[in-house]
């Protein structure tokens, strides 16, 4: 994917919007990652903004575990074709 965007560079006009449309052309082909990338933000969103919302408004909240990484979420290094 990498050696196809840089190729794109100095054919011209437009290559921002080459390099746009490659990209939602590869993920959308691509619905496993899209549905991992959806589910990591509702992760981290319902992390760091739910459950914090939630302590600051009730509290009999749970606590974050003491052990939960902070910032970390694990992927599988990309195969480069």
């Given at each position: ?32 990652l899209t549905q ?27 606590e974050p575990p003491?052990?939960?990484p902070v910032n ?10």
């Open positions: 994917m990498a050696e196809l965007l840089k190729r794109g560079w100095g054919a011209g006009p437009r290559f921002k919007q080459r390099v746009e449309k490659r990209i939602i052309d590869w993920f959308e082909g691509r619905t496993d991992k990338l959806e589910n990591v933000i509702s992760a981290v969103w319902e992390e760091n903004i739910i459950r914090p919302l939630q302590r600051l408004t009730d509290a009999s909240a749970a003491p052990e939960s970390v979420v694990p992927f599988a290094r990309p195969m480069l074709a």
